[in-house]
């Protein structure tokens, strides 16, 4: 496989600091240039996403694009699209996507990434492999040598019934490689309930995972997983804003 990587200067004057979010604004405007009329579209979750769900807001009220329908990945990026009055539907009147753009918490250097840090993985997934082709928009932070490496969550979502057993059967799983396996809460220390009424077990890696690719098959085999955040050779293109503009990955 080979990535080629092509770049644009950032529209902002090279005196102006960024934040995080004019990177991922940066990002998500570059990827709705991926957009034409009369596409069927998966719009994803999260911060990132929100951008582009915003920007094809925008352009469809001004006539700039026409005829679109958004396939959105959980019910927050449903009601927010509506607001805006972008047209919706669902995977089973759209089983064949056009375009799915969102976002990652890592991409390595092989557009691999981990998802669902957002708690959106499973629709996400099935969305987005649904997608001809998947843009990912993120900004610079979000790179990493291998998955896993950033240190943060990587999301698997199981179902409540004994969802103990299942946490500590993936964190045994991975236990040479000193993973952490803990039980998404929310502030009031309730269990984070996804939009499909499933627990999500966050795995915590010191060291980048070895085999992604084995990894996934493992965690999928166990009884009562639902589905987990490593999306392998999904990515069509990656869009990555930093603080010298805009460059675009693809395989």
Same mark, same amino acid.
């Given at each position: 496989?080979?990535? #080629?990587?092509? *770049?644009?200067?950032?529209?902002?004057?090279? *005196?102006?600091?960024?934040? /995080?979010?004019?990177?991922?604004?940066?990002?998500?405007?570059?990827?709705?240039?991926?957009?034409?009329? +009369?596409?069927?579209?998966? !719009?994803? @979750?999260? *911060?990132?996403?929100?951008?582009?769900?915003?920007?094809?807001?925008? !352009? =469809?009220?001004?006539?700039?694009?026409?005829?679109?329908? +958004?396939?959105?990945?959980? #019910?927050?990026?449903?009601?927010?699209? %509506?607001? =805006?009055?972008? &047209?919706?539907?669902?995977?089973?009147?759209? &089983?064949?996507?056009?375009?799915?753009?969102?976002?990652?918490?890592?991409?390595? &250097?092989?557009?691999?990434?981990?998802?669902?840090? $957002?708690?959106? =993985?499973?629709?996400?997934?099935?969305?987005?492999?649904?997608?001809?082709?998947?843009?990912?928009?993120?900004?610079? @932070?979000?790179?990493?040598? +291998? !998955?896993?490496?950033? $240190?943060?969550?990587? &999301?698997?979502?199981?179902? /409540?019934?004994?969802?103990?057993?299942?946490?500590?059967? !993936?964190?045994?799983?991975? #236990?040479?490689?000193?993973?952490?396996?803990?039980?998404?809460?929310?502030?009031? $220390?309730?269990?984070?309930?996804?939009?499909?009424?499933?627990?999500?077990?966050?795995?915590?890696?010191?060291?980048?995972? =070895?085999?992604?690719? %084995?990894?996934?098959?493992?965690?999928?085999?166990?009884?009562?997983?639902?589905?987990?955040?490593?999306?392998?050779?999904?990515?069509?293109?990656?869009?990555?804003?930093? #603080?010298?503009?805009?460059?675009?990955?693809?395989?």
């Amino acid at each position: 496989m080979s990535i #080629k990587a092509l *770049s644009s200067p950032s529209p902002s004057p090279p *005196s102006t600091i960024l934040t /995080q979010d004019d990177l991922k604004k940066l990002a998500a405007y570059k990827a709705v240039e991926y957009v034409s009329s +009369g596409m069927v579209l998966g !719009l994803g @979750t999260g *911060s990132t996403a929100a951008f582009v769900v915003s920007r094809i807001g925008e !352009l =469809l009220k001004l006539g700039e694009l026409k005829d679109i329908v +958004g396939v959105p990945t959980s #019910k927050r990026t449903q009601e927010q699209a %509506a607001s =805006l009055g972008i &047209p919706l539907s669902v995977l089973d009147d759209n &089983p064949s996507i056009d375009l799915a753009i969102d976002g990652a918490d890592e991409v390595d &250097p092989y557009l691999n990434l981990v998802k669902g840090r $957002g708690g959106a =993985l499973l629709r996400e997934k099935m969305v987005e492999a649904a997608s001809a082709k998947f843009v990912v928009v993120v900004d610079d @932070t979000k790179l990493v040598t +291998g !998955l896993g490496g950033s $240190g943060l969550a990587m &999301p698997v979502e199981v179902v /409540q019934f004994c969802w103990k057993y299942n946490l500590v059967r !993936l964190q045994e799983m991975f #236990k040479e490689q000193g993973v952490e396996a803990k039980l998404r809460v929310e502030g009031d $220390g309730k269990p984070y309930v996804t939009d499909n009424s499933n627990y999500i077990v966050d795995l915590y890696f010191k060291t980048p995972i =070895l085999d992604a690719g %084995a990894a996934g098959k493992e965690i999928s085999a166990l009884e009562g997983v639902v589905e987990h955040g490593l999306f392998l050779d999904m990515a069509t293109a990656v869009i990555i804003a930093g #603080k010298d503009g805009v460059s675009v990955k693809s395989k």
